[in-house]
């Protein structure tokens, strides 16, 4: 069975500028999470999607990020224009339960270094 | 707020021997607790998860203990192995929730 897929594994940018990060999530996963994990700490909700609707976007700063999740598969994290403070490893996880968490599956994470 | 908490950044066991991992949680609400497992350059996996309505759970080497009234957990490994130096992050969800909510992690190193 084939893993959660992350896109591009690493990421450079200057402040202001944009950039993107795709997630192919576990076929047949109906819940979809993006989470960031700043150096040092444990991974942070920013938005969950199940099937194509968004579930919990509280954690999302929704005047630089964005995200999408087009015919309940794929997603794709935007984040526009970058911070500093944005630099971080943006992991996606996929579950096959719909009511609530259980067991998530990590992708390898897409580390951004926001210069 | 920190509703995870793990207070010991890194942990260091010969090999062979018992490793223990805590974590703390604020929230009673919470009711499922997982540990997950994390090499370098790679995404958590998921290592062993408890209920609320237990106290232990086994799955070979790995034990998870959870302590409701104190409300803390640990994940024992015995015996380790120098494979299971990784970072282990300790995870919570409450009924109905929609996510999981990380421990800031603690690094383990098994020493051959």
């Known amino acids: 069975e084939a893993g959660v897929a992350q896109s591009p594994r690493y990421k450079i940018i200057e402040k202001r500028q944009s950039v993107a990060f795709w997630c192919n999530p576990i076929s047949g996963h109906a819940t979809l999470y993006w989470y960031q994990q700043i150096l040092g700490q444990g991974p942070k909700l920013l938005i969950q999607f199940q099937n194509n609707g968004v579930v919990d976007d509280s954690q999302l700063p929704k005047d630089r990020f964005s995200a999408e999740r087009l015919k309940g598969v794929d997603s794709t994290l935007k984040i526009q224009p970058a911070k500093l403070e944005d630099s971080a490893v943006y992991l996606c996880?996929?579950?096959?339960?719909?009511?609530?968490?259980?067991?998530?599956?990590f992708g390898e994470g897409s580390r951004l270094t926001v210069l | 707020d920190q509703q995870v908490k793990q207070n010991s950044p890194s942990l260091s066991v010969q090999e062979g021997r018992i490793s223990i991992l805590n974590c703390d949680y604020t929230?009673?609400?919470?009711?499922?607790f997982l540990w997950y497992k994390k090499y370098p350059a790679e995404g958590p996996t998921f290592l062993i998860s408890?209920?609320?309505?237990?106290d232990k759970n086994e799955d070979g080497r790995f034990t998870v203990f959870l302590n409701k009234s104190a409300k803390h957990l640990s994940l024992h490994i015995v015996p380790s192995q120098p494979g299971d130096s990784a970072v282990y992050f300790c995870?919570?969800?409450?009924?109905?929730?929609?996510?999981?909510?990380f421990g800031t992690g603690t690094r383990l190193t098994v020493i051959p």
């Open positions: 996880a996929s579950s096959f339960l719909a009511g609530g968490p259980g067991e998530l599956f």
């Open positions: 408890i209920s609320s309505i237990k």
């Open positions: 929230n009673s609400m919470f009711d499922y």
């Open positions: 995870a919570a969800s409450a009924p109905g929730a929609n996510n999981l909510f």
